[in-house]
């Protein structure tokens, strides 16, 4: 994980994520994931390159199963972007950092 990226669990989700004053891009992983790997480098360089500006998180759904779940997260990789507490958009599968801009500007 790269040092702009934050790991987020079940316990400092509320925290780290709902209150945060920033957007926050969370990233729901797993270790198990092939494409979650790949996909792992494009959101640690997403990361590097909006510091500062937006949060960039990762959670591991299989070691967070109550947020996966009351988020209805069903695969991974999928990326979920919060701003004021509250999701504003959602893609599932890996994408371009391109997308993930994309996301956060909806």
Known sequence: MGN???SIDDHNFETE????????LLDFTATWCGPCKHFSKVVDAFADETAG???VAKIDIDES???SAKLGIRG???VVVFRDGREVARHV???SKQRLLALLRS
């Open 4 to 6: 702009n990226v934050r």
């Open 17 to 24: 994520v709902l209150a945060s004053s920033e957007p926050v």
């Open 53 to 55: 500006s937006v949060r």
């Open 65 to 67: 199963p109550a947020i």
């Open 76 to 78: 991974a990789p999928t």
């Open 93 to 95: 599968g890996a994408t």
